[in-house]
C-alpha cells in the first residue's frame, strides 16, 4: 500500500512539496523513505496527489507531486456528533473510529455532569489524532473539531440537520429512523448521562430523543453507533 502523508496544501498542477516537521519525522525516522519512493499526498481540503521523493535529510524531506485530484470519499450522508468528551486515551479511540467513518465535524460538550473537560494539549493531540485516522483510511478531508462548549450554549445555537439526543424515554426515535436522513446532528452525553434539564432544553430546541438500543454503551461506543 502506498504510503500516505498531510501537507496543508497541494499544487494545482504538482510542483516541490515539503513535509512538515511531523511528517517529514515520521517519513524519514519511522518509514526510513528514500530518494525515488512513490507515496501519495492529501491536503485534508478533499484532495490528494500521486507524488515521489526528490531528497531526504535529516529533518527535512522534499517531494514532487503531480497534479492534485479531487478525492474526498466521504458518505453521503453528513454526521456532525457533539459529545461530552471520555477520559483522553478513550477519546482518542472515538476520534481514530468516528474518523474512519466518515464523521464530518465533533463538537466537544462541556455537560452538567462532566467530571473535566478537555484541556488544550488534549485537543491539539486530538487533531493529530485525526491526521493519522485519514492517513490510515484513505479519507482526503480532515473531520473538523471545534473549541470545547457548555452543552447549554450549544443546545441555544441554530442547527440545520435531522436533531437527535441520545437518551431513553417514551417516544425515542431509533437507528431505522435515521437511514434516510441527509444530515444528522447528534448529541453524546457524559458518563453520568444528560441532566433533565439538559434533555429538556436540547428538546426546546427541535432534538428528539433517540435510543440506541437496551443496553448502556460507553461515551465511544455511543458515538461510533451514532456514526453508522
Request: charged content about 30%.
Amino acid at each position: 500500500m502506498t504510503r500516505r502523508y498531510y501537507v496543508e496544501s497541494l499544487p494545482e498542477n504538482g510542483g516541490v512539496v515539503n513535509l512538515s516537521k511531523d511528517e517529514a519525522g515520521h517519513a524519514i525516522r519511522v518509514m526510513r523513505v528514500q530518494i525515488g519512493d512513490a507515496i501519495e499526498l492529501f491536503d485534508g481540503k478533499g484532495y490528494e496527489a500521486a507524488a515521489t521523493i526528490e531528497s531526504v535529510t535529516r529533518k527535512e524531506c522534499v517531494c514532487i507531486s503531480q497534479a492534485k485530484l479531487h478525492v474526498p470519499r466521504m458518505p453521503e450522508r453528513v454526521t456532525e456528533l457533539a459529545v461530552a468528551m471520555p477520559k483522553p486515551e478513550r477519546a482518542k479511540e472515538m476520534v481514530e473510529r468516528i474518523t474512519e467513518l466518515g464523521v464530518s465535524k465533533l463538537i466537544p460538550i462541556i455537560a452538567d455532569r462532566t467530571q473535566r473537560a478537555p484541556t488544550e494539549s488534549v485537543m491539539s493531540k486530538l487533531e493529530r489524532v485525526v491526521i493519522e485516522a485519514c492517513k490510515q483510511c484513505g479519507r482526503n478531508t480532515l473531520m473538523q473539531i471545534e473549541s470545547p462548549i457548555k452543552s447549554s450554549d450549544y443546545f441555544l445555537q441554530s442547527h440545520d440537520g435531522r436533531l437527535v439526543i441520545a437518551h431513553q424515554g417514551d417516544g425515542a426515535l431509533s437507528m431505522r429512523d435515521l437511514l434516510v436522513e441527509p444530515k444528522i446532528v447528534a448529541a453524546v452525553g457524559p458518563e453520568g448521562g444528560w441532566t433533565i434539564e439538559e434533555v429538556e432544553l436540547a428538546e426546546s430546541r427541535g432534538f428528539q430523543r433517540i435510543s440506541l438500543g437496551e443496553r448502556i454503551y460507553r461515551i465511544e461506543t455511543a458515538a461510533t453507533v451514532l456514526s453508522t
